[in-house]
């Protein structure tokens, strides 16, 4: 099938559909049985991820049994500060964990020479993706934004207030600048490599976005995903590019505007109502279903799937959730989803 054909690369050249494509984030992994079968073949996570034979089957696995329109690349967003040199491990039951950046010498110690080797694993997921997709299924290549991804190399991990990386951008921004150009490039230079083996377009998740106030939101987030941007569009003029600043509140008009990305994806707390005023007559947009309705599926989910349908099927749109999957959501939800959004004009 054509590219000009899938669904999803139309949501995002701009037409608006009757029926409009679906994925959702975190559509591979432990919500389905067959993923943790596939998981239990190795320990190690991030050994998962850099395996093509698995993370090719994991891709794959949620596209075979739900038919999305969209198959997301089964990798982390971890694996470049882990190319760059950081230490990054999973630990079981906490999530990730990295060796924190606290001094100017733990930034010197990164190292962008080695990152295309080190990420040699993902770029063949890619290639053998490319190959072996279903017809209509459109192949999405991701990277963790910039600040995202810095805030989980200074904290070590996750955190609740992101206080060592908010702390480090105001008390020395000049410093916290060469961190974030370092994976300005990387990340452009990673998503490049990801197309050219295939992928048809590309999402940065900027899970972390809003925690930045207003100033440090359009230095932090909008200015790094503006860049990677305008440097994947100079070597590929028509490459769709989606960003999710998630929490990003009444900035995602601005995000939208001035990142020049092709799609932003909205999280639960924006109104379907306001995202077709204000953001859909820029660009195509993505969402937003929570995904505790997905939980709890029935009545509530058609209700809450309609809603969304309602206010933005007229124009570009992607149905997604606000984030991903969560590991509980019975597999027969999902596919009740997928059936009523495939019917189109809600009832």
Same mark, same amino acid.
């Given at each position: 099938? &054509?590219?000009? !054909?899938?669904?999803? +690369?139309?949501?995002? =050249? #701009?037409?608006?559909?009757? @029926?409009?494509?679906?994925?959702?984030?975190?559509?591979?992994?432990?919500?389905?049985?067959?993923?943790?079968?596939?998981?239990?073949?190795?320990?190690?996570?991030?050994?998962?991820?850099?395996?093509?034979?698995?993370?090719?089957?994991?891709t794959l696995?949620?596209?075979?049994?739900?038919?999305?329109?969209?198959?997301?690349?089964?990798?982390?967003?971890?694996?470049?500060?882990?190319?760059?040199?950081?230490?990054?491990?999973?630990?079981?039951?906490?999530?990730?964990?990295?060796?924190?950046?606290?001094?100017?010498?733990?930034?010197?110690?990164?190292?962008?020479?080695?990152?295309?080797?080190?990420?040699?694993?993902?770029?063949?997921?890619?290639?053998?993706?490319?190959? &072996?997709?279903? !017809?209509?299924?459109? +192949?999405?290549?991701? =990277? #963790?934004?910039?600040?995202? @991804?810095?805030?989980?190399?200074?904290?070590?991990?996750?955190?609740?207030?992101?206080?060592?990386?908010?702390?480090?951008?105001?008390?020395?921004?000049?410093?916290?600048?060469?961190?974030?150009?370092?994976?300005?490039?990387?990340?452009?230079?990673?998503?490049?490599?990801?197309?050219?083996?295939?992928?048809?377009?590309?999402?940065?998740?900027?899970?972390?976005?809003?925690v930045l106030p207003?100033?440090?939101?359009?230095?932090?987030?909008?200015?790094?995903?503006?860049?990677?941007?305008?440097?994947?569009?100079?070597?590929?003029?028509?490459?769709?590019?989606?960003?999710?600043?998630?929490?990003?509140?009444?900035?995602?008009?601005?995000?939208?505007?001035?990142?020049?990305?092709?799609?932003?994806?909205?999280?639960?707390?924006?109104?379907?109502?306001?995202?077709?005023?204000?953001?859909?007559?820029?660009?195509?947009?993505?969402?937003?279903?929570?995904?505790?309705?997905?939980?709890?599926?029935?009545?509530?989910?058609?209700?809450?799937?309609?809603?969304?349908?309602?206010?933005?099927?007229?124009?570009?749109?992607?149905?997604?959730?606000?984030?991903?999957?969560?590991?509980?959501?019975?597999?027969?939800?999902?596919?009740?989803?997928?059936?009523?959004?495939?019917?189109?004009?809600?009832?």
């Open positions: 099938m &054509a590219k000009s !054909e899938k669904k999803l +690369l139309r949501a995002l =050249a #701009g037409e608006t559909q009757k @029926v409009p494509p679906i994925w959702l984030m975190r559509q591979a992994g432990r919500h389905l049985p067959e993923y943790r079968e596939l998981r239990a073949q190795e320990k190690n996570f991030l050994d998962f991820c850099y395996n093509p034979e698995l993370a090719v089957q994991a696995q949620p596209v075979e049994r739900y038919g999305m329109d969209g198959a997301i690349l089964f990798s982390d967003i971890l694996v470049i500060p882990h190319a760059l040199g950081q230490k990054v491990w999973f630990a079981e039951g906490e999530g990730p964990k990295l060796e924190p950046l606290r001094t100017t010498q733990d930034l010197e110690k990164l190292d962008a020479g080695p990152l295309h080797e080190h990420l040699q694993p993902v770029y063949e997921t890619v290639q053998q993706l490319s190959g &072996a997709l279903p !017809e209509g299924a459109a +192949l999405i290549g991701f =990277a #963790g934004a910039p600040w995202t @991804v810095a805030t989980y190399m200074i904290e070590g991990g996750a955190s609740r207030d992101y206080r060592n990386a908010r702390g480090w951008a105001y008390r020395r921004p000049d410093e916290f600048q060469r961190l974030m150009d370092l994976l300005i490039q990387a990340t452009a230079d990673y998503l490049i490599a990801q197309v050219e083996r295939g992928a048809e377009a590309v999402q940065l998740f900027d899970s972390w976005a809003g207003p100033a440090q939101f359009r230095q932090w987030s909008i200015r790094p995903i503006r860049e990677i941007t305008q440097r994947l569009k100079e070597k590929f003029p028509d490459i769709p590019v989606i960003g999710f600043p998630r929490g990003a509140g009444l900035l995602y008009e601005e995000f939208a505007r001035e990142t020049s990305v092709d799609c932003v994806s909205i999280d639960g707390n924006i109104a379907p109502g306001w995202a077709r005023d204000n953001l859909q007559t820029q660009c195509c947009v993505q969402g937003n279903l929570d995904n505790l309705v997905l939980i709890e599926g029935g009545d509530l989910l058609d209700a809450e799937t309609n809603q969304i349908l309602q206010a933005l099927i007229g124009g570009p749109f992607i149905f997604n959730l606000g984030h991903g999957i969560l590991p509980e959501t019975p597999p027969e939800h999902v596919e009740r989803l997928v059936r009523r959004v495939r019917a189109g004009t809600p009832l």
